[in-house]
Structure formats: structure tokens, C-alpha cells
């Protein structure tokens, strides 16, 4: 058997095995590995005719430098909190980073190989189940040299993986925090647009009661009373539904966040002040700074690696082993040899044949990486469409509130004075109704745009990739 001096001395032996082994293992490391394609070469796929992207945005001039901490802008300590809540107890963005976690594990999974495998097998005590009563101890170490890389670049697969696992949970949080904010503009815009149904409701009741009034004294008719209760009808519907539509916005909110969906989150009484508009930068600069395009890019890298690998899978591969043993039997006579016993070879092994499977992995791997190219080119395309429209729909809502601003002004006086005539009775019910109609749609459509442009500039926020947190 082998006691303490001996194990000792046979791990130093292997030890300085090991050390006079290096300069082998160096050496097979040597062969420069290809590298795959960066940022530059990959923005060259991204338009048909391989052209860079433009100097700058069609949608408008947003020149400057995108900067962190979008979300400060909006100068709403209750959002704050609420995206805060929401990145601690969103079950999705847990998910996400469970995933990163994994992705981590297979780095060093698949990293093992690179250094020498070492193993030990004792065997002792009386009785043993085979009969043989062999008892003893055997320690090895065998190390594959890594000579066509095949190693190294599952390691640097493994690790773009990774590298694409955290971009993407950096894309989550973002888009987390993002749909946060949009959720709460969304549940502000409902609850005001609830005040003004609200508010409708009480002027279609008091026009009510003016058409009753008018009746009562000679000066109205029955059809105008019926067609004022019409209305009012009208208006209570429309002011359930949004109640619903509140309710269901609040809830929405509230499962982002992880709370349980019990609609008791207290929206705003006014939407939040609305920032100046971010710089957007540069088209170019957009492809190393957003975090679902930098993932994408990773993806290639991987994908490439995984490739040069499948290829140098059909190559030889050279492995150096060598062990120790001390191995006796109570019952049989072992060959006469001197104890402990050592040997020091090598291994060459050379996939012949196999019927094609270790072409058929290369191609697959091939092809994987072709699939990885064109996603990267949909991710760069989409994220400059993105920007593009944010910037437009910045624009275009911004022009829009301001006339609708102004509608909303002469809707107002053109009701007043539609009333003023019915109470004197030089006018009828219908024009009241109807220009009480036209200034409750203009203050709904100035909300619903106010409501946008913030909602808008979240969205160019998030497609810029600039983060949330300063």
C-alpha cells in the first residue's frame, strides 16, 4: 500500500512531471487562434451595399453625446422607486440573471481541459467483493495538448456566450425600467382621462336638467329631453370604461414591479414634467453602445469559435499521461516488481472515420454562424429603425400639442357660447351636444398625445442604449 511518504513523494514526482511537461503545453499553445469579426467588420453587413452607416440621424439633428441616468430626468421620485422596486422583484429579470449565472458555470465548465486531469483510486480492507483481495492505491494525470485549439476556442465560445448572456440582462433592465416608466405614464394618462369622462358626465347632467327646466316652462320639448338623457348615457358608459381601462393599467403596473395585481397603486394626479430631448449621438456609435447589439455581436463570436472548433474536432489530438500505482493481494502472487510502480507515455487519437458525423457537426456549426451574422444585421437594423422613429414621433407629438393645445382653447369658448345661446333660446340642443362632444374629444386627444411624447421619449431613450441609472 502506499502510506503518507510514499503518496507524498509520488505527487512530487508528478508535480515535477508536470513542470518539465509546460514548455510542451506552451509550445502546442502557440497556434494563433483566428479571431472573429468586430464591431467594424460586422457594421459592413448591416446595409446591402456594405456602406457605414450615415454621419447622422434622417429623422432630425440630435447631435451630442447619449448619457446614463435618462430616468433622473423625469424628475419623479415616485417612478424612481418604482423601477427600483421593480429591478429587485421582477421574476423575468430574475430569470435573466439566473441565466448569466448559468452561462458563468459553463465558462469554467468547459475550461477544465486546459489544464491536466488528476485522479486517485484507493482500495483497502478485508473481504473485499471481487475475492481478489487486491488492495492499494493508483494516481494518474493525463493532459491533452492542445494543439489545433480546439480547446481554446470552445473556451472562447463559452466565454462570448457569457458575454452575450450578461448584454442581455443588461437589455432587460433596461427594457424593465423603461416599461416601468411607460406603465406609469400610461396609468397617469387613464386616471386624467377618467377626470375628464368624470367631468363630461356633470355637464351632460346639467344640460339635463336645463332641457327638463325648459320643458317644465313652455320653452323646450320632449325630444330634447330625451336626446340631453341620451347623451348623458352616453358619457356615464364611456366614463365605466374608463374605469376599466384605470384598473387595468394600475394592474399591469403592479405585476411589473411584483406586487400582486390588486389595482391600490395611486397614480399621479398630473403627468410628470417632460425633459428636454436627449442627444442621439451617432448612427455608428449606436452599434458599440446598445446592449441587445453588443449581445448579438457576442453571439457571432461565439458562433464563430464554436465553428473553428467543430473543425479541429477532426484533427488528431495529442494527450501525455502518466501514473503511479502500489497495488498487493492477500490472495494472489502479483508479478515480482518493485513498489510503487510509475509510468509516462502519450496518446495520439485520430477520428478515421465516422461516418460523416464530425463533417455534418462542422457544417452545422457553419451554418449557425451564417444565422448569428444575419441576426446581427435584423438587431443593428431594427435598433437605427427604432431610433429613427422615436425621433420622428418626437416631432411629429410635439407639433401635434401644440395644436390640440389650441383646440382644446376654441372648443372650450365654442361650447360656452353654444350654451349661452340655448339658455336664451336662440339655439338648439343638438349644437350644444355636439360641441360639448367636440371639446371632451380635444382635451382626450391632447391627453393621449401629452401622455405619447413621454412615452416616446422613453422609447428613444431605451433604443439610444444610453442606461437608465446616472
Not at 58 to 84: C, R, S, Y
Not at 152 to 163: E, H, L, S
Request: with cysteine.
Amino acid at each position: 500500500m502506499i502510506g503518507n511518504g510514499t503518496l507524498r513523494e509520488a505527487c512530487t514526482t508528478l508535480a515535477a512531471f508536470v513542470l518539465r511537461l509546460a514548455p510542451v503545453t506552451v509550445l502546442a499553445g502557440c497556434i494563433t487562434l483566428a479571431k472573429p469579426p468586430d464591431t467594424d467588420e460586422l457594421a459592413k453587413n448591416v446595409l446591402p451595399d456594405g456602406a457605414p452607416p450615415p454621419s447622422q440621424w434622417t429623422a432630425g439633428d440630435a447631435a451630442g453625446t447619449v448619457e446614463a441616468g435618462w430616468l433622473a430626468t423625469f424628475a419623479d421620485p415616485e417612478l424612481d422607486a418604482l423601477v427600483q422596486e421593480a429591478i429587485q422583484h421582477n421574476a423575468d429579470l430574475q430569470a435573466a440573471a439566473a441565466r448569466v449565472e448559468q452561462a458563468a458555470g459553463y465558462v469554467a465548465a468547459v475550461g477544465g481541459p486546459r489544464y491536466p486531469k488528476v485522479d486517485l483510486l484507493g482500495r483497502g480492507g478485508s473481504g473485499l467483493g471481487d475475492n481478489t483481495g487486491l488492495e492499494g492505491g493508483l494516481l494518474s494525470v493525463s493532459w491533452e495538448l492542445d494543439v489545433w485549439g480546439r480547446v481554446r476556442y470552445q473556451v472562447r465560445g463559452a466565454k462570448a456566450t457569457y458575454g452575450a448572456s450578461a448584454s442581455d440582462f443588461e437589455y432587460a433592465r433596461q427594457s424593465l425600467a423603461a416599461l416601468v416608466a411607460k406603465s406609469w405614464f400610461l396609468a397617469t394618462e387613464a386616471t386624467l382621462q377618467r377626470g375628464v369622462a368624470s367631468d363630461a358626465v356633470d355637464s351632460a347632467a346639467k344640460l339635463l336638467d336645463l332641457a327638463q327646466e325648459r320643458l317644465r316652462v313652455g320653452a323646450g320639448n320632449e325630444l330634447d329631453v330625451t336626446t340631453a338623457r341620451l347623451n348623458l348615457e352616453t358619457y356615464q358608459d364611456s366614463l365605466r370604461q374608463l374605469d376599466l381601462s384605470r384598473v387595468q393599467a394600475l394592474r399591469s403596473l403592479e405585476l411589473l414591479v411584483g406586487r400582486y395585481p390588486a389595482a391600490a397603486l395611486a397614480a399621479p394626479p398630473q403627468l410628470g414634467v417632460l425633459p428636454p430631448v436627449a442627444p442621439a449621438g451617432l448612427p455608428s456609435e449606436l452599434l458599440e453602445r446598445r446592449p441587445d447589439l453588443l449581445a448579438a455581436e457576442q453571439r457571432v463570436a461565439a458562433a464563430f469559435n464554436l465553428a473553428r472548433e467543430a473543425k479541429a474536432a477532426r484533427l488528431p489530438r495529442f494527450s501525455l499521461t502518466a501514473s503511479v500505482s502500489d497495488l498487493s493481494s492477500e490472495f494472489f502472487v502479483l508479478k515480482n516488481r518493485n513498489n510503487p510502480v510509475w509510468s509516462i507515455g502519450g496518446t495520439v487519437f485520430a477520428p478515421l472515420f465516422s461516418g460523416g458525423t464530425l463533417r455534418a457537426q462542422s457544417e452545422i456549426r457553419t451554418a449557425e454562424q451564417k444565422e448569428a451574422m444575419a441576426h446581427y444585421v435584423t438587431t443593428a437594423l431594427k435598433a437605427f429603425g427604432d431610433v429613427e422613429n422615436a425621433l420622428s414621433s418626437e416631432f411629429a407629438l410635439a407639433d401635434r400639442e401644440q395644436i390640440l393645445t389650441a383646440a382644446v382653447s376654441d372648443a372650450a369658448r365654442a361650447l360656452q357660447l353654444a350654451e349661452t345661446r340655448y339658455r336664451v333660446g336662440s339655439g338648439d340642443l343638438r349644437q350644444v351636444e355636439q360641441q360639448q362632444l367636440a371639446y371632451e374629444s380635444a382635451r382626450m386627444n391632447l391627453l393621449r398625445v401629452q401622455s405619447e411624447r413621454r412615452v416616446q421619449r422613453v422609447n428613444l431613450h431605451l433604443a439610444l442604449g444610453g442606461g437608465f441609472a446616472a
